[in-house]
């Protein structure tokens, strides 16, 4: 699970802190500073808001959908 952040962010929080809960093993990715791959990740999702979070590989979403998908795991 790759979880990318920034700082000052309560969704990136709140997404952190329920896998932690799960005792789920993630990376956090703190793009706070890195404009290059705030872009990159734009391009790639679509997406403008964090967290964004992929799970093997595959773009789970933010902390909604992240929740929505582990319910249903």
């Known amino acids: 699970i790759e979880v990318y952040t920034i700082n000052n962010c309560g969704y990136c929080e709140a997404a952190k802190a ?22 990159a990740l734009i391009n790639k999702t679509g997406h403008r808001t964090m967290p964004q979070i992929f799970i093997d590989g595959q773009f789970i979403g933010g902390y909604n959908e992240l929740k929505a998908f582990l319910k249903r795991a």
């Open 18 to 39: 329920l896998l932690k809960n799960l005792d789920l093993d993630f990376k956090e990715i703190n793009i706070t500073h890195d404009d290059d791959q705030k872009l």
